[in-house]
């Protein structure tokens, strides 16, 4: 079985904002494409055409309706939708890593990342079995283990400009609701922002001690009614001048 680092040098990962997530699906389909063009073996699809599509995603975003709880101001608050990205976590006691039989999962020192080496994989399932977020999947076409990589081959990518030099989630993202950093360093933007917003782990009963982070969303600002048209309805002005003030004037004599 493979051992866990005692501790790494940094803590890379992911900070995401349920708040501003509007559930586009960019960071899914900018992961699948740089994913299956760069680093290790392509994502593959099987039947993406035909009547039963499937495929390998190391990012999925999912979609929930949920009702926040009544409060005396709010008794009846309005249900909301939140949209939910979820991908490896990259937990400091990854079971993951520890299940592995071959060695083929194992996590950095130098940064926290937790990775597949694929030519050691033989594809046996027992990371998928010990991960409680779901985050590994089997690629059925070259029988290995796949899962997200934080963009290693990006982020350290000095042939890249220096703001490419991120997750490409993390760049694609239109709403800003992705970012990126070292969760280790409390100076961090991404650990100032986990602090300000008050960032969550996902599933903390299961003792995994995830890197990544999820910030809740806020509640909700109450709107007062009004007439979206009102406006656009009320007269430009009281008495017109110039040609406008002839031609109003011309018009009742009609």
Same mark, same amino acid.
């Given at each position: 079985?493979?051992?866990?680092?005692?501790?790494?040098?940094?803590?890379?990962?992911?900070?995401?904002?349920?708040?501003?997530?509007?559930?586009?699906?960019?960071?899914?389909?900018?992961?699948?494409?740089?994913?299956?063009?760069?680093?290790? $073996?392509?994502?593959?699809?099987?039947?993406?055409?035909? $009547?039963?599509?499937?495929?390998?995603?190391?990012?999925? =975003?999912?979609?929930?309706?949920?009702?926040?709880?009544?409060?005396?101001?709010?008794?009846?608050?309005?249900?909301?939708?939140?949209?939910?990205?979820?991908?490896?976590?990259?937990?400091?006691?990854?079971?993951?890593?520890? =299940?592995?039989?071959?060695? /083929?999962?194992?996590?950095? =020192?130098?940064?926290?990342?937790?990775?597949?080496?694929?030519?050691?994989?033989?594809?046996?399932?027992?990371?998928?079995? /010990?991960?409680?977020?779901?985050?590994?999947?089997?690629?059925?076409?070259?029988?290995?283990?796949?899962?997200?990589?934080?963009?290693?081959?990006?982020?350290?990518?000095?042939?890249?400009?220096?703001?490419?030099?991120?997750?490409?989630?993390?760049?694609?993202?239109?709403?800003?609701?992705?970012?990126?950093?070292?969760?280790?360093?409390?100076?961090? /933007?991404?650990?100032?922002?986990?602090?300000?917003?008050?960032?969550?782990?996902?599933?903390?009963?299961?003792?995994?001690?995830?890197?990544?982070?999820?910030?809740?969303?806020?509640?909700?600002?109450?709107?007062?009614?009004?007439?979206?048209?009102?406006?656009?309805?009320?007269?430009?002005?009281?008495?017109?001048?110039?040609?406008?003030?002839?031609?109003?004037?011309?018009?009742?004599?009609?």
């Amino acid at each position: 079985m493979t051992q866990l680092p005692a501790s790494t040098a940094k803590k890379l990962g992911l900070v995401i904002d349920l708040d501003t997530c509007v559930g586009c699906h960019a960071c899914v389909i900018s992961c699948k494409g740089w994913n299956t063009e760069n680093y290790g $073996a392509p994502l593959s699809d099987q039947e993406p055409y035909g $009547a039963d599509p499937s495929g390998t995603f190391l990012n999925r =975003v999912h979609s929930y309706e949920v009702q926040p709880l009544a409060t005396s101001s709010k008794p009846h608050p309005a249900a909301q939708t939140i949209h939910f990205p979820k991908s490896c976590l990259h937990c400091e006691d990854a079971p993951c890593v520890t =299940v592995c039989p071959t060695g /083929a999962s194992y996590k950095r =020192v130098e940064d926290g990342i937790v990775l597949v080496n694929e030519k050691d994989c033989i594809g046996c399932g027992l990371c998928a079995w /010990a991960c409680p977020y779901g985050a590994r999947e089997m690629d059925e076409h070259e029988g290995v283990m796949k899962k997200c990589t934080l963009c290693v081959d990006r982020i350290y990518n000095e042939n890249l400009p220096e703001i490419d030099r991120t997750p490409s989630c993390v760049r694609t993202c239109p709403a800003g609701a992705r970012h990126f950093g070292d969760l280790g360093d409390p100076d961090s /933007a991404v650990s100032q922002l986990v602090a300000e917003r008050g960032g969550i782990d996902l599933m903390p009963e299961q003792g995994t001690k995830p890197v990544n982070q999820y910030l809740p969303p806020r509640p909700k600002d109450d709107l007062p009614e009004f007439d979206v048209l009102a406006p656009y309805l009320e007269p430009v002005a009281e008495n017109p001048g110039g040609f406008i003030g002839w031609l109003d004037k011309a018009l009742e004599r009609i």
